[in-house]
C-alpha cells in the first residue's frame, strides 16, 4: 500500500508539476463532513482525520499492500498536528454537495431509533453530522484525534443547543485505535470520508465490528479513487505526503471497497453513490 519517495526522487519534478501538486492537493483533500466538507479536509483527505491512522506519508494501492501495524502514540500525535493545521479552515469550508448530504443523513437515520440507539462516530471533524443526528439517537459518542477539531466540534455543539437538544451528544479526542473497546456495544457506528486514508483500514474495520450489536450497522461515504483518475494521482499524492502537508491516500475502487467491508463480517444493504467523482455511501449490517 506504502509508494516511497526519495528527497533526490521528489527534486526530479519540476515547478509545473509542483503547481499541479498544489492544485490537486487543495481539490482532492476536501472532504464532504457535516458542517464543513471540504474535498482536503478529509473527502479525498475527506471527514479526514478521525482515526488515529491517518497520517502516513505516501499513497498506496489497496490491493497490494502488505498488512499494517495498529497506529503508535507517537504516529497519533503525528496525524493530530497534520488535522490541527486544518480544523479552522475546515470549520468555515461550505459542504461541496449539499443535496447529496443532505440525502445521506436521511438515509442514515432510517437505522436510528429515538429511545434506544447508540452511536459512535470516528473522524467527527467538527462536528455537524453528529449534531444533526443527535436528536435521532439515545445516545451518540463523536471521537477525533485533533484537538483542535473537537475543540470546535464542541463549541458548535453548544451554539446548536440553543435550538437542538444535545444534551446525549459527546466529544471525545481520541483516534479510532485507542479508543477502548466498549463493554456496551453500539447499534451504529459512522465512518464518514475516513476510510481512504487509514493505512490500517482492515484493523478498523475489525474493530468496528466488533463493536457493534449483533445485526449492528456501520455506515460509511468514501472517496474511491480508483474510478476516477487514481492513475495521475498515484503519482502526484505521494510527494504531497512526503512534504507533510497532507496525510496518506488509499487509491482503489468502489468494489474493492465493497469487498474489504464485505470480508470484514459485513452484509451491504444499501448504496448511494451520486455520480463517479463522487463519494460512496454505504450501509453495512453486521452478520
Known sequence: ???????????????????????????????????????????????????SVMATSSLSNDSST??????????????????????EGYSKSPIKDPDSYETKL????????????????????????????APHVKSITAIDISPQMIAIAKENKAQAATTTDTSNLSFLCSGIDSLPETTEPYHVILGMSILHLLPNKKDVLAKVHRNLVPGGYFISSTICLGDNGGTLLKWILPVVSWTGLIPKVSI????????????????????????????????????
Open 252 to 287: 482503489f475502487t468502489k468494489q474493492e471497497l465493497r469487498q474489504s467491508i464485505e470480508e470484514s463480517g459485513f452484509d451491504i444493504e444499501e448504496e448511494f453513490h451520486p455520480g463517479n467523482d463522487k463519494a460512496v455511501f454505504l450501509v453495512a449490517k453486521k452478520k
Open 106 to 133: 436521511k438515509l442514515t437515520q432510517k437505522y436510528f431509533r429515538a429511545d434506544t440507539t447508540r452511536v459512535l462516530e470516528f473522524a467527527c471533524g467538527t462536528g455537524g453530522t453528529a449534531i444533526r443526528h
Open 66 to 87: 502488505p498488512p499494517q501495524q495498529p497506529q503508535t502514540k507517537e504516529d497519533e500525535v503525528k496525524t493530530a498536528r497534520l488535522w490541527d493545521r486544518f480544523a
Open 1 to 51: 500500500m506504502k509508494t516511497a519517495f526519495t528527497r533526490s526522487q521528489l527534486l526530479i519534478g519540476s515547478t509545473a508539476a509542483v503547481a499541479i501538486l498544489g492544485a490537486t492537493a487543495t481539490l482532492a483533500l476536501k472532504r464532504p463532513s457535516s458542517s464543513s466538507p471540504s474535498f482536503f479536509s478529509r473527502n479525498l483527505l475527506s471527514t479526514r482525520p478521525t482515526t
